[in-house]
């Protein structure tokens, strides 16, 4: 195609414009066809969407959060949304096990377990987000903290992708030299920043067992994906589980969707 200038403005701004015809080559390739492509394709529907707004009838009165289920090595906590009468729901699950904080080698694999669990669920929990789901995680002394929070009719689709990949963990070489890389810089950015360094040594005389930093920092390189994938069956085998449900929800679904965690 020619080049012609600009001769024409529009009268907003003056942009500057051209007017041509398409091409004869460009018209007959276009209707020609150009084979069918696997990759160009109508995206699928979210299945995160909420369809169901309804609020369920709780008139109680507003109490604190009560045990409704109790297992040898499972807690729930359940507590019905009486007073904003809104269509959400929210789930706190903690994850909590000795492994966590049994060596400078432990505490960076589970932040490896995290990094890489954020990796394989991007593309869900993109989708999750735009319908207005949230799931975000952190660590502690003994273990794990998992926090959803959204519309109520999708969260629990939400929370058992979460639970699918946490379970049946999936560990690519090529993923893990990219987390452990990235997670080094994370470490080595956090030490040289005064405020967060003083917050890291205070956390570790006031907590009776934490690994700092500088100690993570000096093991992470030596660590492999082997490792991790051992880390991560020890780490479903010696886990208790507590967790705290509320919101537009009932007390039999809360339990439903814990038992399916905790098998």
Not at 69 to 76: D, V
Request: aromatic residues 10%; negative net charge; proline residues 6%.
């Amino acid at each position: 195609m020619r080049r012609e200038r600009a001769r024409r403005k529009e009268p907003w701004f003056q942009t500057a414009y051209s007017v041509l015809d398409v091409p004869c080559e460009w018209d007959d390739r276009w209707r020609s066809g150009f084979g069918e492509n696997a990759d160009l394709h109508v995206p699928t529907p979210n299945e995160f969407i909420a369809t169901d707004f309804s609020i369920l009838s709780n008139d109680g009165v507003n109490v604190p959060p009560t045990l409704v289920h109790e297992t040898p090595g499972c807690k729930l906590w359940y507590r019905p949304d009486v007073k904003f009468k809104v269509p959400k729901a929210y789930i706190c699950a903690n994850l909590m096990t000795p492994l966590s904080n049994r060596d400078p080698e432990s505490a960076v694999l589970l932040d490896l377990m995290l990094y890489v669990l954020d990796y394989n669920l991007k593309e869900i929990t993109y989708a999750a987000d735009v319908a207005q789901l949230s799931f975000s995680h952190s660590t502690h002394e003994h273990g794990v903290t998992l926090q959803l929070g959204g519309f109520s009719h999708k969260l629990p689709l939400l929370f058992e992708a979460v639970r699918d990949h946490l379970a049946e963990l999936v560990v690519d070489p090529s993923v893990f030299e990219l987390i452990q890389k990235q997670l080094r810089k994370n470490y080595h950015n956090y030490l040289i920043k005064p405020e967060k360094l003083s917050k890291d040594i205070r956390l570790q005389h006031m907590q009776q067992i934490r690994w700092g930093i500088a100690d993570k920092l000096s093991v992470i390189e030596s660590l492999t994906p082997s490792q991790l994938a051992t880390f991560h069956k020890d780490f479903k085998s010696e886990l208790f589980l507590e967790f705290l449900v509320q919101g537009n929800i009932t007390q039999t679904d809360s339990i439903a969707i814990v038992s399916k965690f905790s098998r």
